[in-house]
């Protein structure tokens, strides 16, 4: 009875306990990782591929995915600095990367809802053109110039950086979407049986809108964070980050099967990530060898849900036969 207690604890923090174990070897294998300015750059590092990562984390739960959002950040970044540039107004300049990002995903929403082409090639169509229009429209040149632009990615508001604020608000504002709404329940039941939350009632092509909406103003957040965390507009700038934002959710224990996944498990596997890089990049390790270890941290995180999930199937089925069996007796008797 106490190892089964034991077990389920440990398969319900394990996210956490390995946060914590990850945290603790950091500060060990390398001095420099718990200096108050390397926290500081970690913190400002990992809130944009944290911000993307809710974005996936929503649409993994209903089924789906956005192979896009690193061409759309990209494409919501130089547009942004272009219209802070042309107008002087950081406030316009938010505004139109929050509408660069809602309209791409508008477009992506569009093709998986209504032309039923498949989310994997819907946003991979997405993510090549996003990245040609940010090409095409800078000419293939950087904007540089940013001024007062940078206070997003490299201001504080206090002690705290203002990625981190951002972080912290879309934390919250996902949390309470996924445990307070019925928007956020309807997730679960989309990724879990679309027939069936159909069948229930639920406005399933609206939800998916939705979802890319909200995925599209978090890309389009992350899109102003980012370049002006590098103080610059990048068109080919953050690729790659939309395995950024997957490799946390699924690390954070987000299913790719659709219909599991949680906030905080997500937010866990945002600093895991950030934490990997930085000790990574602290021992000096080569960027060809990191892109192999984040590999095998998506394959290692695909086989352990795997098996989750064949287990859980397992029990379902073992509990179904012993309640046939049980009926038989019964009706021995």
């Given amino acids: 009875m106490k190892n089964s207690k034991a077990r389920d604890f440990i398969h319900k923090f394990s996210i956490y306990i390995i946060l914590v174990a990850m945290f603790i070897i950091c500060a060990i ?25 809710y974005g996936e984390m929503l649409l993994v739960i209903a089924g789906l995915i956005d ?22 107004s950081l406030l316009v300049g938010f505004l139109v990367a929050i509408a660069v990002g809602v309209a791409c995903n508008f477009i992506n929403a569009i093709l998986v809802t209504h032309f039923d082409v498949p989310a994997f090639i819907a946003t991979l169509a997405m993510q090549m053109s996003a990245r040609g229009a940010a090409l095409r429209f800078t000419n293939g040149q950087n904007l540089l110039q940013l001024k007062d632009y940078t206070v997003f990615g490299q201001g504080n508001l206090g002690p705290i950086p203002m990625p981190v604020v951002f972080m912290i608000i879309i934390t919250i504002i996902t949390w309470y979407i996924m445990t307070h709404t019925r928007f ?3 997730l679960y039941a ?29 890309a389009g957040i ?26 946390a959710t699924i690390v954070g224990g987000t299913s790719f099967s ?6 905080m498990g997500t937010l866990a596997g945002g600093f895991i990530i950030g934490f990997l890089n930085n000790i990574m990049n602290l021992m000096g390790v ?20 795997i098996r989750s999930k064949n287990k859980k199937t397992q029990k379902v089925i073992l509990a179904a036969d012993d309640n046939d069996d049980k009926k038989e007796k019964a009706a021995a008797k």
């Fill in 184 to 186: 956020g329940r309807s």
């Fill in 29 to 53: 294998v390398n001095d420099n990782f718990l200096s108050a300015r390397n926290l500081i750059n970690v913190a400002r590092q990992l809130s944009v591929g944290t911000i993307l990562a």
């Fill in 190 to 218: 989309i990724g879990g049986n679309e027939g069936a939350a159909i069948a229930s009632g639920i406005n399933v092509k609206r939800n998916k809108y939705i979802i890319y909406i909200i995925n599209g103003i978090f």
């Fill in 286 to 305: 080569d960027s060809y060898v990191q892109q192999i270890v984040k590999g095998i941290i998506i394959a290692l995180a695909v086989v352990a849900d």
């Fill in 222 to 247: 992350a899109g102003v964070l980012f370049m002006s965390r590098v103080n610059a507009g990048l068109p080919n700038g953050a690729v790659g980050y939309e395995m950024e934002g997957l490799t």
């Fill in 67 to 88: 192979l896009s959002v690193g061409s759309v950040l990209a494409l919501a970044g130089v547009l942004s600095i272009a219209a802070y540039q042309s107008t002087g």
């Fill in 258 to 263: 659709g219909g599991v996944g949680t906030t």
